[in-house]
């Protein structure tokens, strides 16, 4: 599966955005998609994860302020970011967690998308 992200972009402390993720095939079997992102000179982090059934889990940094959904029809992932603020700032990417036959886990990426929040 391919994805694609985007909607990133610069935004003030306390601003929203909506980060979208378009996967070239149907997302509705997919085991697990989840966004995650990499700030400068720190290690790529678990945002959130949303499940086949749509079960939703969160970091603890964003948990209130982040919702992560996804629309079937539309082979799309969703992340609504509100309240940002600086240490949101980061290269926000996408990915697919698909569990093949075997039991094994093929993880997915998107290129990235860049969110800078301004204070």
């Known amino acids: 599966v391919q994805l694609q992200a985007s909607g990133g972009g610069l935004v003030q402390a306390g601003g929203s955005l909506r980060l979208s993720c378009a996967a070239s095939?149907?997302?509705?079997?997919?085991?697990?998609m989840a966004w995650y992102r990499q700030a400068p000179g720190k290690q790529r982090e678990l945002v959130a994860t949303i499940r086949s059934s749509r079960i939703t889990n969160y970091a603890a940094s964003v948990k209130g302020r982040f919702t992560i959904s996804k629309n079937n029809a539309k082979n799309t992932m969703y992340l609504q970011m509100n309240s940002l603020n600086p240490e949101d700032t980061a290269v926000y990417y996408c990915n697919a967690k698909i569990v093949t036959i075997i039991e094994r886990t093929n993880d997915y990426w998107g290129q990235g998308t860049l969110v800078t929040v301004s204070s």
């Open positions: 095939r149907s997302i509705s079997s997919i085991n697990v």
